[in-house]
């Protein structure tokens, strides 16, 4: 038997032409199914770039949108920076922020905890800009956080490679927004935990208050440690500043009374916040605690010293609060407008 295997070629080749045929296909199949695989990873997560087929020019028109009304308005790079805060961590990074209160439900932007937010109207001017680029293609959700990114960096931080691929929630989450956004007078262990439930660890956290570099705060949020004594802890210097900025007890709701986070480099994102800190020259308790606290006192230190290294915590941080728990694939929607959900039938 084996002698006329070895002298018939055209029977040997007879016989392994089924398990050839056999063999391809499984292969062919193990391939395609690895394909789908990827397909289906591709659909249902963020991608870098994930518009360069469907809307090439979107990421450039936000950052033209952004840069333009930087120009004209510069608290708007705050708050840029400050909607991904306020929207990524309230359970999912999908625009739920950007929604007006209807009949039914009170809008988060109008909740207490939102106090302070401001200049929506400028994410509704380069959502129509990349609308008239591509209808119906780009989510709210991304351009609030492409415009994080690029305000981070008109503000002189760091460049974030951000993950795009959001779509849009239909519904308000104001009622439950107390449950997952940390007060500032909170203690640093629920600031902590309420991070580490969206997976970011404390130098992250850390590197994330750097956001109080810039901005600044409202006088009804820090009265409290002037009135009807000064913080024993505060920087006598600075405590002189605060009163003068902020003379009411109980500030007046209309006038626009604030103290600038940063008296040094209040426009610019760096680590000036940490050694302003560290000399009790944080104007929230969030702030004093950051500096004081064991369990975060030696990342404050360590980015008081380095602005690379708060950077370098402070893009992991973003990342990670931007990928909290998106809508993918054939999740929620693309919306028409960011303050109103679409109308289905």
Same mark, same amino acid.
């Given at each position: ?9 055209h ?15 499984? =292969?062919?199949?193990?391939s395609?199914? *690895?394909?789908n ?10 991608i ?12 450039d028109?936000?950052?033209?949108? #952004? ?10 790079? =705050? ?5 991904i805060?306020?929207?990524c ?20 932007k ?14 509704e001017?380069?959502?129509?800009? %990349?609308? &008239?680029?591509?209808?119906?293609v ?5 351009i609030?956080?492409?415009?994080? &990114? ?11 490679? /951000? +993950?795009?691929g ?14 997952? /956004? ?9 600031v ?7 997976? @970011?660890?404390?130098?992250?956290v %850390? *590197? ?5 570099? #810039?901005?600044r ?20 210097g600075? %405590? ?8 009411d *007890?109980?500030?007046d709701?209309?006038a ?7 008296r040094g ?11 302003? @800190? /560290? ?6 308790i %969030?702030?004093?605690?950051? *500096?004081?606290?064991? &369990?975060?006192?030696?990342? #404050?230190?360590?980015?008081? +010293?380095?602005?690379?290294? =708060?950077?370098?915590? =402070? ?8 990928e909290n ?5 054939t999740?929620?929607?693309? &919306? ?8 289905h039938?």
């Amino acid at each position: 038997m084996h002698l006329i295997s070895k002298l018939n070629p055209h029977r040997e080749r007879a016989e392994m032409a089924p398990k050839t045929v056999i063999m391809m296909v499984l =292969f062919g199949l193990i391939s395609l199914s *690895a394909i789908n695989v990827s397909f289906a990873d591709t659909e249902a997560g963020l991608i870098l770039n994930f518009y360069k087929d469907s809307c090439p020019q979107a990421e450039d028109i936000i950052k033209e949108q #952004v840069m333009l009304l930087y120009k004209r308005h510069k608290n708007t790079a =705050f708050s840029w920076l400050r909607n991904i805060f306020h929207d990524c961590g309230v359970e999912s990074c999908d625009a739920s922020l950007l929604l007006d209160s209807t009949r039914r439900t009170l809008s988060e932007k109008e909740t207490d905890r939102s106090f302070g937010l401001r200049n929506f109207r400028y994410l509704e001017t380069i959502k129509e800009a %990349v609308e &008239r680029e591509c209808p119906g293609v780009v989510s709210c959700a991304d351009i609030l956080v492409l415009s994080g &990114r690029d305000g981070i960096v008109a503000l002189g931080g760091p460049y974030i490679p /951000l +993950k795009t691929g959001r779509r849009d929630g239909r519904k308000s989450r104001a009622d439950i927004l107390e449950q997952y /956004l940390p007060d500032h007078n909170e203690s640093m262990s629920v600031v902590l935990e309420r991070f580490k439930n969206i997976g @970011i660890d404390t130098p992250g956290v %850390v *590197a994330l208050l750097g956001s109080h570099s #810039v901005g600044r705060t409202h006088c009804v949020k820090l009265v409290h440690r002037l009135y009807p004594e000064v913080d024993p802890v505060l920087d006598p210097g600075h %405590v002189e500043h605060m009163l003068h900025k902020c003379p009411d *007890a109980i500030p007046d709701p209309k006038a626009v009374q604030y103290v600038r986070n940063d008296r040094g480099t209040p426009m610019k994102l760096d680590n000036n916040y940490y050694r302003n @800190i /560290l000399d009790n020259k944080g104007l929230l308790i %969030v702030d004093h605690q950051l *500096a004081n606290d064991k &369990r975060t006192k030696p990342y #404050v230190k360590k980015m008081a +010293k380095s602005q690379d290294y =708060f950077f370098k915590h =402070f893009g992991r941080a973003i990342t990670t609060l931007t990928e909290n728990n998106p809508l993918t694939g054939t999740k929620g929607e693309i &919306r028409k407008q960011c303050n109103v959900a679409n109308k289905h039938h």
